[in-house]
C-alpha cells in the first residue's frame, strides 16, 4: 500500500472498478442495515466482539465496585502499554483521554505562553480543537484553499503563515472535512527548526495510519473509537519527555502526585471500561489484518469518490493514498453555511437513509464519504443516484 504521506493524486476519471467486499466485515458490526453509513470518520462504529468485551467489564463493575476501582489505575496502566505496544509508543510517553478536543486542551495549557505570543490554526481545523487554542492565546488562522495540489503547497501555505509571534503551530493530522494529510514529518521538522512548538490534531490517524506517531510533534493526540475500533470516549495524548512534566489533568485526582500519564487518566469513579476495551479494537484490528483493512477502506472511498465526481457540479479534491476518506467540493450555492450544511446532511440521512458528512465552505461546501469494512459498493451507487436532486441549481 501507498504510504499516507505520498503525493495527493486527483480522483481518476475512467469508470471505477468495484471494490470486493470485506470477508465476514459486515457481521462485524451491529448497524442498522436499512441506513448507508458512509460516515465512519465522525465517530466510528464499535465492532460487536469489542462491545461484548465492554460489556463484561461493566458487568464486573457492578458485581465488585470496591474491588474494581481500587485496582483501575494499575489495570488502565496495562491496557495503556497494549495500545502503546500497537501503536509503536513509549507507554509512559501516552495517556488515554476521552476526545481530541480533551487531548487539546491538556496539551495547549501545557505550553508556556508569554504575552504577544499566538497560535497558528488552519481553517480546516475541527472547530472545538481552534476554539481551544482561541482561549488560550491570541489565532492567526491559515486559510488552506482544499484544492491546493499537493502536501509540498499545503507546507508552504503554512510556512507562509507564520510571523515572529507564532509560539504554537496546532495542525491536524488529516484534516477531518477534506480528508488531507497536513502535519507531514516535512512541515513538523520545518516548525520545530523556527522553534515553534507543534499540536497535533491526529483524530483520524490511529489505526488509519501504520504509524499514526511517526512525525515527532511535540504533543499529538488521537481518537481510538474511530479507526481503531475502541468503545466511543476512547483516546489518546501523547508528549514529547520535555513537556510531560507540565501537563496537569483538567481535573486533580489522588493519583496526581504519580504526574503523567496516570494524574490525566484518574478520574474518581468514572467509566473506564471503554479505555479498558480499547486494546481489543486494536487487537481485532490485526487479527483481519491492519494493512488489508487500510487498502480496502482506501480503495471503498475512492469508489465512491469516483462515482459521485461524475454528478455535474461536483469537484474531486486531491487525496492521500491509503486515506479511508475522500472528499469533494459540491456546487456554488450548496451547503455554503453551517446552518445550510447541517441541514442538506439531515436531508439525506432522512430522506435518502444515507449518512455522509457535509461540510460549509464559502462558494459551495463539500461531501465527505468513508470506506470501512462493513459498507458496500451499491451503498455509494445509492447515494451517486439520489444526490443530484439536493444539489443547488
Known amino acids: 500500500m501507498t504510504e499516507p504521506h505520498s503525493e495527493p493524486k486527483s480522483v481518476p476519471t475512467a469508470p471505477p472498478s468495484v471494490p470486493p467486499v470485506f470477508p465476514g466485515g459486515r457481521q462485524l458490526f451491529r448497524l442498522d442495515p436499512a441506513i448507508a453509513h458512509l460516515n465512519h470518520g465522525s465517530f466510528g462504529a464499535v465492532p460487536t466482539p469489542v462491545q461484548e468485551a465492554q460489556a463484561a467489564l461493566v458487568e464486573e463493575a457492578h458485581a465488585d465496585p470496591d474491588t474494581f476501582f481500587v485496582n483501575v489505575a494499575d489495570r488502565i496502566a496495562a491496557a495503556r502499554g497494549r495500545v502503546a505496544a500497537h501503536l509503536g509508543a513509549e507507554s509512559d510517553g501516552i495517556a488515554f483521554v476521552s476526545n481530541a478536543t480533551e ?20 481553517d480546516h481545523g475541527y472547530g472545538t480543537v481552534t476554539a481551544a487554542a482561541a482561549r488560550r492565546a491570541p489565532v492567526t488562522t491559515v486559510s488552506l484553499d482544499p484544492g491546493l495540489p499537493d502536501e509540498d503547497a499545503v507546507r508552504e501555505a503554512v510556512l507562509a503563515g507564520l510571523t515572529p509571534r507564532t509560539k504554537v503551530a496546532l495542525l491536524d493530522h488529516i484534516s477531518s472535512p477534506t480528508a488531507r494529510l497536513i502535519a507531514t514529518p516535512a512541515l513538523l521538522a520545518d516548525l520545530a527548526a523556527r522553534g515553534v512548538t507543534t499540536i497535533v490534531d491526529g483524530a483520524h490517524a490511529p489505526g488509519m495510519l501504520a504509524d499514526p506517531l511517526a512525525g515527532g510533534a511535540d504533543f499529538w493526540f488521537g481518537n481510538l473509537h474511530k479507526w481503531g475500533y475502541a468503545p466511543s470516549g476512547s483516546a489518546l495524548l501523547a508528549v514529547a519527555p520535555r513537556h510531560r512534566g507540565r501537563v496537569r489533568a483538567l481535573v486533580p485526582s489522588w493519583e496526581d502526585r504519580e504526574g503523567f500519564p496516570r494524574s490525566v487518566e484518574n478520574r474518581a469513579t468514572a467509566d473506564y471500561t471503554g479505555w479498558l476495551a480499547a486494546p481489543e479494537g486494536l487487537d481485532l484490528l490485526d487479527r483481519l489484518d491492519a494493512g488489508k483493512v487500510r487498502a480496502h477502506n482506501s480503495a471503498l472511498a475512492g469508489y465512491g469518490a469516483t462515482l459521485l465526481a461524475e454528478l455535474p457540479g461536483l469537484t474531486p479534491l486531491p487525496y492521500t493514498p491509503g486515506v479511508g476518506m475522500r472528499a469533494l467540493r459540491l456546487p456554488p450555492g450548496t451547503a455554503e453555511t453551517p446552518d445550510a450544511a447541517r441541514e442538506l446532511r439531515e436531508r439525506i440521512a432522512r430522506e435518502l437513509r ?18 470501512q469494512i462493513y459498507t458496500r459498493p451499491e451503498e455509494y451507487e445509492r447515494l451517486a443516484a439520489g444526490l443530484p436532486a439536493y444539489l443547488a441549481g
Not at 491538556?106 to 508569554?114: F, G, K
Not at 444515507?354 to 470506506?371: D, T
Open 354 to 371: 444515507i449518512r455522509v458528512l457535509i461540510w460549509p465552505w464559502p462558494g459551495g461546501g463539500g461531501i465527505r464519504v468513508c470506506g
Open 103 to 122: 487531548g487539546a486542551n491538556l496539551a495547549l495549557n501545557a505550553v508556556e505562553m508569554a504575552d504577544g505570543d499566538e497560535i497558528l490554526v488552519t
